[in-house]
């Protein structure tokens, strides 16, 4: 298996970073786009994103899954980070924007990675109200008190929605890993 | 305890906090109620979900906006200063393969003190209490009552300097900071400012001034009288305020220790976030690894540049 973007810049070839910018900019950019409060902190989240990135380079590891969806848990830590400093408010989108998200249909063009296939699979499987409550989460960075103010449920079931509906993307993820290893 | 329910599963519980940590800082309670699990449990299911999660993430169908062409320019200035730091890839490659993808940097690069602290994990991060400017940082200092016990008192022997914090081989042929900080300051670009005694009991008999060059955006802090720390109970942190940025959250300028002895230390600060406009530069007592946000239960220094 020829070097990843990621081991080559753990290898010190500066060359690397520009490709890791071209292919990995607009998703990081994407991003910090939709989890900052204005152009300007996304502008410098994604600075800090990509500078997190090069220094955990050597930690990259094929086998524990792809280079895109280790950028991306990354790009998503830092993000968060910065949104729970800046303000205790949710970020800056709309509710139409909020309600705008459209999940990659396993299979089809949108897909990203492998393991967002896996998860886009699971995701299909899960309850209305649990997607949910994983797109607010998670993509749209609100607390959890802040997903059982907007839904109005018990901050119980919000817990419990996330807990199965993530457990249930992580069994995918395992699952499809397994049957890889397997050969089949 | 707020978000944990004694009746609950230990499984679920876990699985709770660790899914509550990948989008919100957990309370001191819960932090308490993790670590009564088994560490490496702790850490298999944090990959886990912070994988699944980061996953679902790239799952949804984002509008794909391209990489601005001004942001793609300072990435790749941002890259040529990184390359321009051969420790900064070498400490990245030295790490072990580590799971954990805490990139926060808790040791400086070879020659060098302590780098700032990249924290992208969520955990323990504290919003601060509201103050506008960093005067009411020394008034915060003020009011409060000094706790912080085993900071004061019997610090631990340290291993090495904060010039030589990282393994050594490289340590030698590097300048030190104290020879970096002086050539900086002959260059004549540098801005300098002497650190005043402040006020809370940390801080007494701390003198020291900060010398900052805004081009290149390097710059130093020398303490005479900084008390030795215990770096497994607590760290130094600086703060840079930067008069482009909101003044409630100042930049982070690494983490540092003083060992035992302590004497005439120059520690570099190390932003890694450009500074438009420093105005003033703090150093805060924190929690070993720093934090993303202070508390700022401990003001040690401030040096205001004018």
Not at chain 1, 103 to 110: D, I, K, L, T, V
Not at chain 1, 151 to 157: A, D, F, K, R
Not at chain 2, 109 to 116: F, L
Not at chain 2, 236 to 257: E, H, N, T
Request: proline residues 6%; charged residues 25%.
């Amino acid at each position: 298996m020829s070097s990843s973007v990621l081991q080559r810049i753990a290898s010190g070839d500066q060359g690397a970073v520009r490709v890791c910018i071209d292919l990995y900019g607009a998703l990081v950019w994407s991003l910090a786009r939709r989890l900052s409060r204005s152009i300007a902190d996304a502008e410098d989240a994604t600075q800090e994103i990509f500078l997190d990135v090069w220094k955990s380079a050597s930690r990259f590891d094929a086998a524990q899954g792809s280079e895109k969806v280790f950028i991306a848990m990354i790009a998503r830590r830092r993000l968060i980070d910065r949104l729970r400093k800046i303000t205790a408010e949710p970020p800056m989108e709309s509710e139409e924007v909020l309600d705008s998200i459209v999940w990659a249909e396993p299979g089809s063009a949108q897909e990203t990675a492998s393991e967002a296939e896996q998860a886009a699979r699971a995701l299909q499987e899960l309850k209305p109200d649990q997607r949910r409550v994983l797109e607010l989460g998670l993509l749209h960075g609100l607390s959890q008190s802040e997903i059982a103010t907007k839904l109005g449920v018990p901050l119980g079931s919000v817990k419990s929605l996330m807990r199965r509906g993530l457990i249930k993307v992580r069994e995918y993820m395992n699952i499809d890993a397994e049957r890889v290893a397997a050969g089949s | 305890m707020a978000g944990t329910d004694p009746s609950q599963a230990p499984d679920e519980r876990l699985i709770d906090l660790v899914i509550k940590e990948l989008g919100e800082p957990l309370s001191d309670s819960e932090m308490r109620s993790l670590e009564t699990f088994d560490a490496a449990d702790v850490g298999r299911l944090r990959r886990d979900l912070e994988r699944a999660a980061a996953a679902v993430t790239l799952a949804a169908r984002l509008t794909d906006e391209p990489l601005p062409g001004r942001v793609h320019a300072r990435l790749e200035r941002q890259a040529a200063d990184f390359f321009a730091r051969p420790s900064a890839v070498a400490s990245a490659s030295s790490t072990p393969g580590v799971s954990d993808l805490d990139t926060r940097d808790r040791k400086a690069p070879a020659g060098e003190a302590p780098v700032t602290g990249l924290s992208v994990r969520a955990t323990a991060v504290r919003r601060p209490p509201a103050l506008g400017n960093s005067a009411g940082w020394w008034a915060a200092a003020a009011c409060l009552a000094l706790a912080a016990v085993g900071w004061l008192r019997s610090p631990s022997p340290l291993t090495a300097s904060p010039a030589s914090t990282t393994a050594g081989g490289l340590v030698d042929a590097a300048p030190s900071p104290a020879t970096l900080r002086a050539q900086l300051l002959a260059s004549g670009h540098a801005l300098r400012a002497e650190i005043p005694a402040g006020k809370d009991p940390a801080s007494s008999g701390v003198t020291g001034d900060v010398v900052w060059d805004p081009v290149s955006q390097r710059g130093y802090m020398r303490f005479v009288g900084l008390k030795p720390n215990d770096p497994a109970l607590q760290q130094y942190q600086i703060w840079v305020f930067d008069a482009g940025r909101d003044q409630r959250y100042p930049v982070d300028g690494g983490i540092f220790d003083v060992p035992a002895g302590g004497g005439d230390i120059v520690i570099p600060i190390r932003v890694g976030v450009p500074v438009r406009a420093a105005k003033a530069f703090a150093v805060t007592v924190e929690k070993p690894g720093g934090v993303v946000v202070s508390a700022r239960e401990h003001i040690v220094a401030l040096a205001q540049l004018t």
